[in-house]
């Protein structure tokens, strides 16, 4: 039987920690640097944190959150806010959108690439003025198609702001689901065929195992979704009407994706009602061909019983055809009880 | 048993691809365009995409989705935005209402016609100024009714506005629902006559397909109740006052089917309790035949044992009447017991 | 067993019908009209279809829809609006309250009088300046007691507007289902008494059946409650403040109904799990009388069987007090049995 | 085993009825009336129906409602709406609070000294200029504390307006329901206990009734947070500022009974799965008692029943050593199968 | 087996005492009073009652409850309002935040710092101008991070408001449920795998404690994060713009906190149907082993106890090979039903 995944563990500051303060985790991956600048002439990569040319978009990525000195420096050098780099450090955090007055702090879940996808990767973004910074737990990502696109010289993406940068970066983490979900989906399906036609070879375990994936994810995507809303409101000045149209539509996704684990969550419900009938029919299977046999041959061996006693004077052991008409009269018996049986219904439907 | 129903799979562009990008799928069918154009005075059809005359109204059929060329040309000529038609080619959308600043667009799912109902296909429909252009997956729908009122020179719709028009898809969208729900009606009370009165017919997983076939309903209507209310606030400009009344009689059908859908959820519902109870009874039953042979023959078993044993000594073997004694004392027991059973309600009921 | 009651089919006209058509029903009743014209002065009654004059008020009662031509003149001379008429056709909507510029038009459901009041009856009403309208669909309703107090030249009804009228008969056709919900709740409280004290007597079917009926009431009354709601808003301005007073009131009445049938809902509920239990518990009653008497009796008739062998050299068979010595062993084996299974609790509960 | 509790009947006036109309109901306590006047000066008590002198206060207690006659004079003197009366006499309201012109309306239910709490009797309030009524179904309630501190020359209550003894019975009608509530959670855990370790002592249907009491008086209660709420809001004029900061209060404890209930319901669900959990462990160790013996046995007695057969030729009947070698297999076959059923962990854990 | 944890009692004034009311519970801890005074230059702490020198914060400590005298005295210098005074007194309450006039009033419940977390303790807090006082039910907070951090000299804390202060108190109340919740997290991932791996050891009652304790510790800190969020609104003027951003910092862990509880109280719940369902599959594989011995033996018995009989004619006895004949038919009838019920899958599975 499968083993239930193991609860993620909030690594965290202990109780009591000033807020702001950065707690480096021992097992936190090595801080790694990766700029991309661009405007709508071109696109450049170095690992420099110097901050952008006026005009040019930077994007500064960071894997990697031992080296939280490096971590502080950068906040203090873009104007992030310490309660929002505290949020980076402390992975596990739930999804959110938080707007401070230098810039827009975004945190996300993205499933981990070349996992099995039900663990996720805490993700954070700001959005500033003229720059993006990602920060996540270690190498590895969902976004290298955005940055295909920005290297692609025809795409359009250099041509837009940071913002739409930022709704790249969103919307591949949401997108980044499917997958996921789709390998859930066909592994829900394959259970309920197992259930409904060969349930011996199901335990509940299965399905309790299944429906503890789905928790995890939908505890991923759900606050996701939120996080798209709020960003699309009108009051939240860092996104343009346009890109407002592609966090819609990104919106859409998210929304679809948590409607597709609440019919799988349903489905797996139903399952349990399934599997525990399915045990109850085959207690029932099993105890009417006892009883079957039992209150045939009960009976009969008492007759036996009966022609066994040794008492003296027993007439019926004399007679000629004592012994065949005891025959008979059993066998009769076992006729008439398998009529009844079999009227009642206990042999038909076998 | 019936085998559930498969999930219908997201074909989906992969995660990454540039929002906007038109992707064809393999399986799309064949692409062909149908145009009706009408006004008070008549009605003409023909397959050009040309725009409509002022003060003329277009309505433009798109079957099938496989040349993604001529998609980008419609959408280019008539103003419509990416992100729509995008998600006109990613066919399973969830119904949505979307306003654009050129035009309204809308997703439904109707019922396949000819089939089951319970296979969906999406229509995507764009509402703007003197146009409505309609776009499913492939040909055959449920709109033969608006093409006949359209042809009637008598009929109203004629002089009525493109807003019209498009609320008189919608409706019929919706009102295709009706038969199939009937017939799932229909399904669930021979279930539930069966269940109370035969349920050894029945297994769990019959119930649990028509749950399944009811989730997957409902997840088509429940967002287009949505749709309907959305189209139906006075923000939006594209409805007339007047239209706005038939998209409220619209709603009420939404509404109607939906509850009807969450009625019939809680009557299957309640037939997991039913069958649970009636395979427990049932196994009750069993029981009880099986512990009444056993609990009267048992005991006399003992007993024709014991003057089947071969003791030298046993004085009762020799008695005269030592075996009809034996035999009567056996009746009775035989007779008290059943007494005690008939007391206990075991032989009354069944 | 009872059986569970049929669902209620929606008779309606086929999806894409064009919306405003009247067809009427094959099954539908003799349309027959009675008019009752009041003031504060007096009351007359006649089947004339004309108009009121000023300063008094009609209340023009319409029973069976068989006559479409009909209903369709009386709604061009009153004003009434197509889609509101083609509800009052389509019988089985939903309550509903709709404003439309020339009346309101208001959808109930009213228990049929003399029956079991779980068939319910559509009652449409249309008010507007100086008239009220309501259409049935067979004779017979829950109206008389209005009609009488109109009639008495002491009541105050005659004194007061349309609008009062038009609350009266609302407020008859919520009151009309206490009565009904009161039966229902003598039968669930025997129900419940039988499930605890008698609990072969009932079977899960039973608590199904109730639980649809309760469910049908539900369906009625739950929209009920917000059409009265409508009505009682500022914005409605065909309800005078003190006649809102009235219809708040009335909305008091919906809200118990509907907790009273939440209510017992929930005991319903709880009656699937007493059943299920006392089923168990039964069967685990049955099974210890079995393995009482089994455990018992298997040994000693093994014990028998010993000594029934037909071995030449068997020492015990010929001691003097073999027998003697065998049967007390059993004895005492049965003994020391017997307090085991007290010892256990099997004994002393039953 | 406990008989669930009866419903309460709503003794009321047959459908139908012209709202205002005031029947006695043929049970209704006699109607006694005493009034208390007091200001900040001193306190008086009689039984006139006089209306008070300005800046003095009068309460106005009526217990008993067979005197309709009494009671409509009063309401004419003290100009209350007719429906506000009617509501008094047909007791079994759901408690609400409304306004109207000339008072406010309050409608609660209190617990009934002296019994277990579970019958409520309906007390209906009304808050006017300078006076508060209240009326009984009968003689006696949770007012004295406020009887007594009206009294009382010290206590500021005679310093107040009649918002705040309005107020303060409210409050006292709360209040009493807090020992209602930890004499039903002593019930409840000691129904726990029961269920815990000593499962055979309880029944499913003990586990309904006292879901049923805690149903009961959520109903009355959830009400009356609403109607403390609604007369905290702002709009209601009759309430000083500082009496809604006791309002407030009150509510808080409306809400601590309200999540005090909840908490007991989720409890007592829970005892559900315990119980059936617990027949079902009790079912398997009676089972495993029967198979351990049967399984044991059964073997044994059919191989002395081989030797107990009379056929001429059986050589192992006439061995030296048959009879002891025959003992000594059997034996050895019952210790394997021990030892099997102490693998199986059958003989281990009980 | 654990036993259920008792209910906290809610020991209160009995029903009817005049609100504001301070009666002393007689087990009340001892009252002592420790003051911290502090502002961006330094620190002091004694014991004094006085209030702050302007410019300075004030942090006042109780604890203890059994000096309601001392209580009313500082009540009343520092213009507390009574009715706050009284929920400090009547401990367990439900956590809340109420606006006064002179002061903020919290009251928060927090972990017993050294114990297993599930006992709470009220902590009451008053935010006016220039001081904090807050009062628990004894000695022995989690607030020592606070105080330490007030200690430090190169803290950021003394340059802050009273504001500030308070928010840390809250925030450190918060955060001393996560060890709590992850002790519980562990106890639940050991109760899962028992369930999963080995369902004999564990019963339905270790989840129903589990459970209960999960409810225990939600209703501590749902009411928290509502204080919160209420604290954080913009009308509340007590709290600057700056500790409103470290007021959602804390809002964010109290929501992380329930998610948590949610998660944890669906995987309990989820327990219980495997529990269940381990325990039918238990009674079906003892029912198995019952079946097989009983279906193969009962016949054969049968069968030999035919050959015991004493009839003076059966020839089979006297036949050569008659007794091995029917040990041979009798091993063949054996053979054919192990093939039979390993066909249907009785012997291949366990
Ligand atoms: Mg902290
Ligand atoms: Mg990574
Ligand atoms: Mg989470
Ligand atoms: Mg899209
Ligand atoms: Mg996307
Ligand atoms: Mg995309
Ligand atoms: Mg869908
Ligand atoms: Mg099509
Ligand atoms: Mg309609
Ligand atoms: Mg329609
Ligand atoms: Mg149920
Ligand atoms: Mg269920
Ligand atoms: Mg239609
Ligand atoms: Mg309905
Ligand atoms: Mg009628
Ligand atoms: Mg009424
Ligand atoms: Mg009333
Ligand atoms: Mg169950
Ligand atoms: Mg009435
Ligand atoms: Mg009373
Ligand atoms: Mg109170
Ligand atoms: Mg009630
Ligand atoms: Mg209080
Ligand atoms: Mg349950
Ligand atoms: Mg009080
Ligand atoms: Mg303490
Ligand atoms: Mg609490
Ligand atoms: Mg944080
Ligand atoms: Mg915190
Ligand atoms: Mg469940
Ligand atoms: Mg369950």
């Not at 689901?177 to 199901?202: I, N, R, S």
């Not at 809303?229 to 407002?244: C, G, I, M, V």
């Not at 041959?297 to 004077?313: H, K, S």
């Not at 004399?318 to 009227?343: C, D, E, N």
């Amino acid at each position: 039987m499968t083993k239930p995944p193991r609860y993620q563990r909030r690594r965290r500051s202990p109780p009591g920690t000033p807020p702001g303060t950065l707690t480096a985790d021992p097992d936190a991956g090595e801080t790694r640097v990766r700029a991309i600048r661009f405007n709508a002439e071109g696109v450049s990569e170095d690992d420099s944190l110097a901050p952008c040319a006026p005009g040019s978009i930077l994007w500064l990525n960071i894997d990697g959150l031992a080296d939280t000195d490096l971590l502080q420096k950068i906040g203090t050098s873009f104007g992030l806010h310490p309660l929002a780099l505290e949020d980076v450090v402390n992975v596990h955090q739930r999804p959110k959108a938080e707007e401070y007055e230098a810039h827009q702090f975004i945190v996300l879940r993205m499933p981990e690439p070349g996992q099995d996808g039900l663990h996720t990767e805490q993700v954070s973004i700001f959005l500033g003025d003229g720059f993006v910074i990602t920060v996540q737990e270690h190498a590895g990502d969902v976004f290298d198609p955005v940055r295909t696109r920005l290297r692609n010289p025809l795409g359009q993406m250099r041509k837009r702001g940071a913002d739409y940068l930022c709704y790249a970066l969103v919307d591949a983490a949401i997108d980044a689901y499917f997958p996921v979900l789709e390998a859930l989906g066909e592994k829900l399906e394959q259970l309920e065929d197992t259930v409904v036609f060969d349930p011996d070879a199901v335990d509940m375990g299965d399905i309790h195992v299944l429906k503890r994936e789905l928790m995890s994810i939908r505890s991923a995507i759900l606050p996701m979704r939120d996080v798209v809303a709020t960003l699309q409101r009108e009051e939240t000045q860092r996104f343009s009407d346009n890109t407002r149209l592609y966090l819609r539509d990104c919106q859409d996704h998210a929304v679809q994706l948590i409607e597709t684990i609440q019919t799988y969550r349903e489905i797996a419900t139903g399952l349990v009602d399934i599997l525990l009938s399915s045990q109850s029919n085959r207690a029932n299977e099993v105890m009417q061909v006892l009883t079957l046999i039992a209150t045939i041959f009960i009976p009969l061996t008492f007759i036996v019983g009966v022609y066994g006693m040794n008492f003296d004077d027993m007439p019926e052991l004399h007679w000629r055809y004592g012994y065949p008409a005891v025959m008979g009269i059993m066998g009769l018996i076992a006729v008439v009880l398998a009529i009844w049986f079999y009227r009642k219904g206990w042999l038909g439907r076998r």
